[in-house]
């Protein structure tokens, strides 16, 4: 059963940071692009940023460019997003996913594997 499962997130004031992992277990992803997306009260769910299956290749949202930074580590089949000088704006439901294809893409209907999210909140 392939499984990805987020952790890391919470609660924090504006300007803080956190750090999301994103741990896959039931196949390996070393060939496939990942991505993190967000979904917030009341909007869609929208791509933050994604990384091909070796990370040299990175995407970012304009609105974290500069903030967030995405890794992954294929020996341990992780997946990070460092998110740094938040903002209340970031507050969402974020989720890690993983495509069939290793060239990443910006879509969440590009994306096969999901987590089940994880709350990050950022207060003012």
């Known amino acids: 059963q392939v499984q990805l499962v987020e952790s890391g997130g919470g609660w924090v004031q504006t300007g803080g940071s956190l750090r999301l992992s994103c741990a896959a277990s039931g196949r390996t992803f070393g060939s496939n692009a990942m991505g993190w997306f967000r979904q917030a009260p009341g909007k869609e769910r929208e791509v933050v940023a994604s990384?091909?299956?070796?990370?040299?290749?990175?995407y970012y949202a304009d609105a974290v460019k500069g903030r967030f930074s995405v890794s992954r580590d294929n020996a341990k089949n992780t997946m990070y997003l460092q998110m740094n000088s938040l903002k209340p704006e970031d507050t969402a439901v974020y989720y890690c996913?993983?495509?069939?294809?290793?060239?990443?893409?910006?879509?969440?209907?590009?994306?096969?594997?999901w987590g089940q999210g994880t709350q990050v909140t950022v207060s003012s």
């Open positions: 990384l091909n299956w070796n990370g040299a290749n990175t």
């Open positions: 996913a993983a495509a069939m294809s290793p060239i990443p893409g910006r879509s969440w209907s590009q994306y096969a594997y």
